[in-house]
């Protein structure tokens, strides 16, 4: 019997972000979420941090070209069904990776635009804001800012249907916008195409701050995309697999709490 293609057993996840040695968010997170959702995760280094489940101290980049010659040997080898982009630290690693996408304009992006640590640190420079917008954006199949995120880029405008309007503008095909960090007593998150809001969630607060959730939201989209589920399928279910994870989450060390994101998977206790 001829084995099965990787396409159809273990769709592989190109993931381009950071290191978070505290093991909550950035590319551990995105690993994991990539493998739950029964993805291969393919995993290129941006850039390595300096944080614990407090806060970010430290963003130490890669260079560009090594990001680049990263993702190109996965490219040259593993058929890519899908890609998240999360930390990309500095404008140059932004610019080299859309050069990279504009070879491979079939595959899907989900772009988390990756600005602050959950402890409120700096990620990025001012500068990665116009590069995401004027090179990025125009390729993303889909972007997940939160709140804080969707006013950097256009908070200039009056409300969350204008802002993703405007991202639409800048090229992105759909834009889930994640209400987490808004001072509402649920949390609603938003859906859009490119004629308005398609889809409305709310879920109700859970009671601790989290590190790590939109890594791993960004992740299980991307792997679900790799799996050829629409957008709104993917963003559904995998909304629902980062609500789970949440709420069977726990607390690594003396701040966040982070996700279990293989809650699904029977605990070993000895
Ligand atoms: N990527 C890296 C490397 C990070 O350190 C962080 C946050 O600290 C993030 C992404 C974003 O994390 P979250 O999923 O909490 O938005």
Known sequence: ????????????????????????????????????????????????????????????????????????????????????????ATPQ???????????????????????????????AQQELLSVLRDSLFPRTRL????????????????????????????????VLIKGADEDTDDVHNLLYDKKGEIEHCTWSRLPHTYHGSGCTLASAIAALLAKKHSVPAAVRQAQRYTYEALRNGYQPGSGQHVPHRFFHLPEHHH
């Open 93 to 123: 690693i932004a610019e080299a990776v859309a050069s990279l996408l504009s070879a491979i304009p079939d595959i899907p992006v989900v772009l988390d635009p990756v600005l602050y640590a959950a402890g409120g640190a700096h990620l």
């Open 143 to 174: 972007a997940t800012p939160n709140a804080l995120e969707i006013r950097a880029f256009a908070g200039h405008l009056p409300d969350n249907d204008a802002r993703a309007m405007e991202f639409v503008k800048w090229g992105c095909d759909f």
């Open 1 to 88: 019997m001829q084995a099965m293609s990787p396409e159809r057993t273990h769709p592989v996840v190109l993931i381009v972000a950071g290191n978070d040695p505290s093991g909550g968010a950035g590319i551990q997170a995105d690993i994991q979420a990539v493998t739950a959702m029964g993805g291969h995760p393919a995993p290129v280094i941006t850039a390595l941090t300096v944080q614990d489940t407090v806060n970010a101290y430290e963003v130490s980049p890669v260079e560009a070209g090594l990001v680049v010659r990263q993702a190109e040997a996965v490219l040259d080898d593993l058929p890519v069904a899908a890609i998240k982009i999360g930390l990309l």
